[in-house]
T-cell receptor
Framework: NAGVMQNPRHLVRRRGQEARLRCSPM?????VYWYRQLPEEGLKFMVY????????ESGMPKERFSAEFPKEGPSILRIQQVVRGDSAAYFC?????????????FGSGTQLSVL | GENVEQHPSTLSVQEGDSAVIKCTYS??????FPWYKQELGKGPQLIID?????GEKKDQRIAVTLNKTAKHFSLHITETQPEDSAVYFC????????????FGGGTRVLVKP
């Protein structure tokens, strides 16, 4: 049973380009969460999705950031017109959230560097 | 919204000694409290969790305690080993609200051999 898979592991973009981060949840998990981590800091919630639905995007910047979790395929976090301040590690987590099982399992993250 | 404070930010212990990390939370509706270990260049790994209907939980050398009245919870690592060196994060969530985790700022633990 593979864990949460994120790709790419490292992504380098120039200012103004677009960044696409992918996350495949664990098998059987239908809930996906995206978090951002700046160096030497904790993880900050960005968005929570179920298949084809955004449930909570209260932590995501209103501009340039978007997320989706289509019926088929991975969840995508998209950052348009990246700026240097977007440089961070982006982690995806998944959960079955069924019954009493509320555990979140994290992927290895995508390190985004904006030049 | 929920706010989680974590102390200390760094902790250095001698191998074999115990390590204790403390967290407080603000939202009394929070009912799920996991702890994660993060090694350099890796994602957070769930090491233990506790629900609000339980006061203490133990798994080998790791234990977590929860005081709902005071809204604080703690991680205890006994007989520390060098491989315990990592950054540890506490978190809190409300399952009914989609289990969105709010994390503490992290504790960098260094176990000296």
């Amino acid at each position: 049973n593979a864990g949460v898979m994120q790709n790419p592991r490292h992504l380098v973009r120039r200012r103004g380009q677009e960044a696409r981060l992918r996350c495949s949840p664990m098998k059987g998990h239908s809930h996906v969460y995206w978090y951002r981590q700046l160096p030497e800091e904790g993880l900050k919630f960005m968005v929570y999705l179920q298949k084809e639905n955004i449930i909570d995007e209260s932590g995501m910047p209103k501009e340039r950031f978007s997320a989706e979790f289509p019926k088929e395929g991975p969840s995508i976090l998209r950052i348009q017109q990246v700026v240097r301040g977007d440089s961070a590690a982006y982690f995806c987590a998944s959960s079955p959230l069924q019954g009493a099982n509320e555990k979140l399992f994290f992927g290895s993250g995508t390190q985004l560097s904006v030049l | 919204g929920e706010n989680v404070e974590q102390h200390p930010s760094t902790l250095s212990v001698q191998e074999g000694d115990s390590a204790v990390i403390k967290c407080t939370y603000s939202d009394s509706a929070s009912n799920y409290f996991p702890w994660y270990k993060q090694e350099l260049g890796k994602g957070p790994q769930l090491i233990i969790d506790i629900r609000s209907n339980v006061g203490e939980k133990k798994d080998q050398r790791i234990a977590v305690t929860l005081n709902k009245t005071a809204k604080h919870f703690s991680l205890h690592i006994t007989e520390t080993q060098p491989e315990d060196s990592a950054v540890y994060f506490c978190a809190a969530s409300i399952k009914a609200a989609g289990n969105k985790l709010t994390f503490g700022g992290g504790t960098r633990v260094l176990v000296k051999p």
